[in-house]
């Protein structure tokens, strides 16, 4: 250790030093400090109080990746088109097809043909008429583009304009849930987007702009951070009490979303951690648990696997503690699942097999099998709790019954790439499903129909003759009770050979101040606000 | 010295042209398909094969990458997958928001560590010294995920002192020059908005800035001590300078070179680690756009955003040696035949 000679100057002048140093360093900070202190306005809400009550301001964790609605098949962005656009229908209560642009809709006798009425009062953001001219456009486009929502309506031939208010859409084949997939085409300005199409249909130019009729314009994003918009005072579905501006956030932290609420920066916020929501609601806030159409699956692998023998898959649906999963890992924000389909979709059969928790069953049909020593392997996305928390259970439940998991963790594009070939695809492998509407052909159609195996949703390979005819011919038929009949005996089908292990239905919280009123969850668009149908008060 | 930047240069272009080869083989080992990706998750087999030959992905992969490197050398990134737009348009929105977070926290780090390390080097082995060293500590060993939650809650939560998250508070804008938002409140000469801005700034500018300050006060304290023992500030003092004179204009100077290293590198580390930090406190940015780009899929997003923060890394450092020979006049005479410096090679330097 060296000591700097002392000499008789520095002791004075050393503390002249320090004082210099500390002197600047706090010059510095009041400096700071001071310019800091000219934003009169802090967080929270103060400051144009009357503007901030008339925002609605609401939290959410993932950006969008464009504003162009024809990727409106993705949650953020489907989030983002509702306020800027309309569509032709939209789903009411329980699942029912209720008129929006659209007020008329007919099918024909062979269910190729659709004859549309549209309302005469519609206009875009920029003055001009919606017409059947629009209408065609958008489809015509999603037909092009083949991404997206175009997944929704394969069917789609062509469109042909009768007049302004009237339309004939052509379908490839009869297809009946193409009337309920409208209501994920968001309708397009067709002479805004055709002026600014440039060499991709406009796709680069809608990414960032807005070209719809919607009750809100859109008004300006900042990428990560928000997207703005502001109310459209000529929409033809007038306002009562809705916000003036809305303002969507991207708060990838539940805790930061949680603080966001608590301080008043954000009115709505829909991915609040679970252990928070007792407190909210004690504090004033309203914390809604909604019925969704989502289930959680682990799908078996039906091929070249231990799990292909269906005592294995029997013996293991009555292995797991559906119990302990909803009242320890969903704390109690969900219903038991019965069969593949949530109880909330259109022709859900409550009479299905649902095996409970039976340990004594399931090592009973082990034994009776004569299968012991089984190792398993099983795949899992990291992206929620309740995954992660299901796939331990699960793992632990069946050890007690003999039976051995190897857990691995991928993210979604791994999964998809696992699913790829039969020889990658993991003898379990946990995954939701989220129908993109109540229509049961989302379901059974997407996720048990083999012309989806390695291609699609079908992941554990699930193929049966009977059921791919069962789903493909209530394609086919336009009455509601004749369509039924085909899809609950698709149910019962799919149940008898064990297919999935339905973990559950969870449901959709969603935490909000108190003063807001019409918030409502909608199972056609999960994930989402509906901001029209909020009033602010 | 012109020879000396040329050979910077050309290093430079190699170290870039390597990182986008590695970039680009990255993605292709990358799980996930960018086709399935675009396509939609509801997507057929036909629709997925579709997008494929619009996107090109269904060349060869050396004619992907030739293609890939033409364009590069045209200065297009590509198109994102997902925004439709050029890679580098969004870059370009994006980077001016991280660069203002990137040098708040750079001032907050230049401002407390070099004191900091002055400090503990004036008193060094007394407790001053021991704590000036802890608190530098605690710094770097905090997560950086962990430090920023905390400072929200204790200090938008709790003591409501900052705003939360966000760049201006609401109800507050300012007109798009430049892209950073505290510069162009400046700018439009908008104070109240300055003032809100520079607010948002304080907290996420101090998590990222926090395991920075260690590195920076430990090299400020080693120099310092070795300078502080040399001969010419004994000299200095000799001749009856004040202490603050000596300590700041003799001293200081020569103990900033090594570190004025260690902060050009830094440079490109914060610009790394706002990733973390910009989707915290929900600023918009470089890094919040480099993970949604890893999370879809967008491979040009991907690669684009790697070589950006590359690219600043060796602007960077090609400062960081302009520094040097500024500070350092023994490094620009060169021995006349051969062009080698005459003082050890910079290498060494940083060593």
């Known amino acids: 250790m060296h000591q700097p000679p002392a000499t008789p100057v520095t002791a004075p002048a050393r503390r002249r030093g320090r004082r210099g140093t500390l002197g600047l360093t706090s010059v510095m900070l009041v400096g700071a400090l001071a310019l800091a202190a000219c934003g009169q306005s802090t967080s929270g809400a103060s400051g144009g109080s009357d503007v901030r009550k008339q925002t609605l301001i609401i939290a959410e964790n993932e950006p969008p990746a464009t504003f162009d609605p024809v990727q409106a098949d993705n949650s953020t962005v489907d989030e983002v088109s509702i306020p800027a656009y309309d569509t032709l229908v939209?789903?009411?209560?329980?699942?029912?097809?209720?008129?929006?642009?659209?007020?008329?809709?007919?099918?024909?006798?062979?269910?190729?043909?659709?004859?549309?009425?549209?309302?005469?009062d519609v206009t875009f953001h920029d003055g001009t008429k919606l017409t059947a001219t629009d209408v065609k456009y958008t489809l015509d486009r999603i037909g092009k583009l083949q991404m997206g929502v175009a997944s929704l309506v394969t069917a789609y031939d062509s469109a042909e304009i009768v007049d302004d208010t009237h339309l004939k859409i052509k379908l490839k084949q009869s297809y009946a849930p193409f009337l309920g997939a409208l209501s994920r085409v968001y309708l397009l300005n067709s002479k805004l987007v055709q002026a600014n199409a440039g060499s991709d249909d406009g796709r680069q130019w809608l990414a960032a702009n807005d070209a719809g009729s919607g009750p809100y314009k859109l008004t300006g994003y900042t990428p990560n951070q928000e997207a703005k918009f502001t109310r459209n005072d000529g929409y033809w579905g007038g306002f009562t009490g809705q916000a003036k501006d809305v303002v969507i956030r991207y708060l990838p932290q539940a805790a930061t979303q949680k603080t966001a609420l608590s301080n008043g920066d954000v009115d709505i916020a829909m991915d609040v951690d679970p252990n928070d929501w007792a407190g909210l609601e004690s504090g004033g806030y309203v914390v809604d648990k909604a019925d969704t159409n989502v289930q959680l699956y682990v799908f078996f692998k039906m091929k070249d696997s231990p799990v292909a023998d269906k005592a294995l898959r029997e013996a293991i649906t009555y292995a797991y503690d559906y119990d302990q999963h909803q009242s320890a890992i969903l704390k109690g924000a969900g219903k038991k699942a019965a069969g593949v389909l949530a109880s909330t979709m259109v022709c859900a059969d409550p009479t299905v097999a649902q095996p409970g928790y039976d340990l004594q069953k399931a090592k009973s049909i082990l034994a009776a099998a004569g299968l012991k020593d089984v190792t398993l392997t099983m795949s899992y996305l990291k992206a929620t709790a309740e995954m992660e928390q299901a796939a331990t259970l699960l793992q632990s439940d069946l050890a007690k019954i003999g039976v051995k998991v190897e857990l691995s963790a991928v993210t979604y594009p791994q999964y998809v790439e696992m699913l790829k070939s039969n020889g990658t695809t993991p003898d379990l492998g946990m995954i939701y499903g989220f129908p993109p509407n109540p229509d049961p052909d989302s379901v059974l159609h997407l996720q048990f129909d083999s012309v989806f195996i390695n291609n699609g949703q079908n992941s554990g390979g699930y193929d049966n003759p009977k059921v791919d005819k069962l789903v493909e011919d209530a394609q086919k038929l336009t009455d509601e009770d004749a369509r039924c009949a085909l899809y609950k005996e698709a149910q019962q089908t799919i149940a008898a050979d064990s297919a999935s292990i339905n973990m559950s239905n969870p449901q959709y919280v969603t935490v909000y101040r108190k003063g807001l009123t019409g918030y409502a969850y909608d199972p056609a668009h999960h994930q989402t606000v509906d901001v029209y149908q909020v009033q602010v008060g | 010295?012109?020879?000396?930047?040329?050979?910077?240069?050309?290093?430079?272009?190699?170290?870039?042209?390597?990182?986008?080869?590695?970039?680009?083989?990255?993605?292709?080992?990358?799980?996930?398909?960018?086709?399935?990706?675009?396509?939609?998750?509801?997507?057929?087999?036909?629709?997925?094969?579709?997008?494929?030959?619009?996107?090109?992905?269904?060349?060869?992969?050396?004619?992907?990458?030739?293609?890939?490197?033409?364009?590069?050398?045209?200065?297009?990134?590509?198109?994102?997958?997902?925004?439709?737009?050029?890679?580098?348009?969004?870059?370009?929105?994006?980077?001016?928001?991280?660069?203002?977070?990137?040098?708040?926290?750079?001032?907050?780090?230049?401002?407390?560590?070099?004191?900091?390390?002055?400090?503990?080097?004036?008193?060094?082995?007394?407790?001053?010294d021991i704590a000036a060293r802890l608190i530098a500590l605690l710094g770097a060993a905090v997560p950086v995920f962990w430090l920023g939650?905390?400072?929200?809650?204790?200090?938008?939560?709790?003591?409501?002192?900052?705003?939360?998250?966000?760049?201006?508070?609401?109800?507050?804008?300012?007109?798009?020059?430049?892209?950073?938002?505290?510069?162009?409140?400046?700018?439009?000469?908008?104070?109240?908005?300055?003032?809100?801005?520079?607010?948002?700034?304080?907290?996420?500018?101090?998590?990222?800035?926090?395991?920075?300050?260690?590195?920076?006060?430990?090299?400020?304290?080693?120099?310092?001590?070795?300078?502080?023992?040399?001969?010419?500030?004994?000299l200095a003092r000799a001749t009856g300078a004040s202490e603050l004179r000596v300590v700041v204009r003799h001293g200081l100077r020569n103990a900033m070179v090594p570190a004025s290293t260690i902060l050009g590198m830094q440079l490109g580390w914060m610009l790394g680690s706002t990733v973390l930090v910009e989707s915290i406190f929900g600023r918009t940015g470089i890094g919040a756009q480099a993970v949604s780009a890893v999370l879809q899929s967008d491979l040009y997003t991907v690669i684009g955003t790697v070589l950006v923060i590359g690219v600043v890394f060796v602007v960077a450092n090609i400062a960081v040696d302009l520094v040097q020979l500024w500070l350092n006049p023994r490094l620009r005479r060169t021995k006349r035949r051969t062009g080698e410096p005459a003082a050890p090679a910079l290498a060494e330097v940083k060593a």
């Open chain 2, 149 to 234: 939650l905390m400072l929200q809650l204790v200090f938008a939560a709790q003591l409501k002192l900052l705003p939360l998250t966000g760049q201006l508070a609401f109800g507050q804008a300012v007109p798009k020059i430049t892209g950073m938002t505290s510069l162009d409140a400046l700018l439009s000469g908008n104070l109240p908005a300055l003032g809100d801005a520079l607010q948002h700034l304080v907290l996420p500018a101090l998590t990222l800035a926090a395991s920075f300050v260690a590195v920076v006060a430990r090299t400020v304290r080693s120099s310092m001590i070795t300078t502080l023992d040399s001969d010419y500030i004994t």
């Open chain 1, 90 to 120: 939209k789903y009411g209560k329980g699942g029912v097809i209720a008129p929006a642009v659209a007020t008329e809709w007919t099918f024909a006798k062979d269910g190729k043909t659709i004859d549309l009425t549209l309302r005469g």
């Open chain 2, 1 to 128: 010295m012109a020879r000396f930047l040329l050979r910077r240069l050309v290093t430079s272009v190699v170290v870039l042209a390597g990182l986008a080869v590695v970039t680009f083989l990255m993605t292709q080992v990358l799980p996930g398909d960018p086709a399935r990706t675009a396509a939609g998750r509801n997507a057929t087999a036909e629709q997925v094969a579709q997008v494929r030959i619009q996107l090109g992905l269904d060349q060869p992969l050396w004619q992907q990458f030739t293609g890939y490197l033409d364009r590069l050398l045209h200065g297009d990134l590509g198109i994102s997958v997902f925004t439709q737009r050029p890679v580098l348009d969004d870059i370009t929105a994006m980077l001016p928001s991280s660069v203002e977070l990137v040098l708040a926290a750079m001032a907050i780090n230049i401002v407390v560590a070099v004191p900091l390390g002055v400090y503990a080097a004036y008193r060094r082995g007394r407790p001053a």
